[in-house]
């Protein structure tokens, strides 16, 4: 068997898909821990009331897990037609100038680098080997059969936000009243750390700045919605 270079790094078909079910599931989750959790604490902080609490934490979690899988499934499917547009029109492209779109190729080889006879040579055999892929990958970084798909962008979201929102509801739910809020943060805190790690590794950014970022983030936003809550139940009561 022959060992092939960088074996370990991903150079298969489908790539772009699955990045993109991926980042719709980590953002999907995040949003349900931070959104459910701020809803259910600051209810918390004005009732120790169960029922008021459960209410509040289901609603939030249905209405959060559709709204992500709607806006996930607009704003994929945006860029799906973008990408199919840009495709429809390299094809009249090559279709009714093919010498300019050959010149073209050949000038973004040179730009990357290549000689000219060398840009040239390239350019033709991949015009020859197959001119719309050669061109929407150099000039677009697109890949035909790799478009994105929004109906996974959606169901991922949707599934990633009701995990991520079962979290802090169970947090707040199964503890005694005087718990309920201190385990909360604790637990979403924690989530939100993993959340912003998985987040850094599928960017290949710094792992230790994003969980940073999240945490701080979603602990401001708990004692946000904590506080208005406290301050509105005792004025009410």
């Given at each position: 068997?022959?060992?092939?270079?960088?074996?370990?790094?991903?150079?298969?078909?489908?790539?772009?898909?699955?990045?993109?079910?991926?980042?719709?599931?980590?953002?999907?989750?995040?949003?349900?821990?931070?959104?459910?959790?701020?809803?259910?604490?600051?209810?918390?902080?004005?009732?120790?009331?169960?029922?008021?609490?459960?209410?509040?934490?289901?609603?939030?979690?249905?209405?959060?897990?559709?709204?992500?899988?709607?806006?996930?499934?607009?704003?994929?499917?945006?860029?799906?037609?973008?990408?199919?547009?840009?495709?429809?029109?390299?094809?009249?492209?090559?279709r009714e100038m093919p010498d300019?779109?050959?010149?073209?190729?050949?000038?973004?080889?040179?730009?990357?680098?290549?000689?000219?006879?060398?840009?040239?040579?390239?350019?033709?055999?991949?015009?020859?080997?197959?001119?719309?892929?050669?061109?929407?990958?150099?000039?677009?970084?697109?890949?035909?059969?790799?478009?994105?798909?929004?109906?996974?962008?959606?169901?991922?979201?949707?599934?990633?936000?009701?995990?991520?929102?079962?979290?802090?509801?169970?947090?707040?739910?199964?503890?005694?009243?005087?718990?309920?809020?201190?385990?909360?943060?604790?637990?979403?805190?924690?989530?939100?750390?993993?959340?912003?790690?998985?987040?850094?590794?599928?960017?290949?950014?710094?792992?230790?700045?994003?969980?940073?970022?999240?945490?701080?983030?979603?602990?401001?936003?708990?004692?946000?919605?904590?506080?208005?809550?406290?301050?509105?139940?005792?004025?009410?009561?």
């Open positions: 068997m022959v060992d092939t270079p960088h074996a370990d790094e991903a150079h298969t078909p489908g790539l772009g898909q699955r990045l993109n079910w991926l980042r719709a599931g980590v953002l999907g989750a995040n949003d349900g821990i931070v959104s459910v959790a701020a809803l259910v604490v600051g209810v918390a902080g004005a009732t120790d009331q169960l029922g008021p609490i459960l209410t509040a934490g289901i609603a939030g979690l249905v209405g959060g897990a559709i709204s992500m899988a709607l806006g996930e499934y607009v704003s994929v499917s945006s860029q799906r037609d973008s990408e199919r547009a840009l495709i429809t029109k390299e094809i009249g492209e090559l300019e779109e050959l010149e073209e190729l050949t000038q973004l080889y040179r730009d990357r680098g290549l000689t000219d006879a060398t840009a040239r040579q390239v350019a033709k055999e991949l015009t020859a080997h197959d001119a719309l892929s050669a061109h929407l990958e150099v000039e677009l970084g697109i890949d035909q059969n790799d478009l994105v798909n929004p109906w996974h962008a959606a169901i991922s979201s949707a599934i990633s936000f009701t995990l991520g929102a079962l979290l802090p509801l169970l947090a707040i739910l199964l503890p005694p009243p005087a718990w309920r809020v201190p385990v909360t943060f604790v637990a979403v805190l924690i989530a939100l750390a993993i959340t912003g790690t998985v987040s850094a590794q599928l960017g290949g950014s710094g792992k230790s700045r994003a969980a940073i970022r999240l945490v701080l983030g979603g602990a401001l936003a708990l004692a946000v919605t904590w506080l208005v809550g406290s301050l509105l139940g005792t004025t009410v009561a």
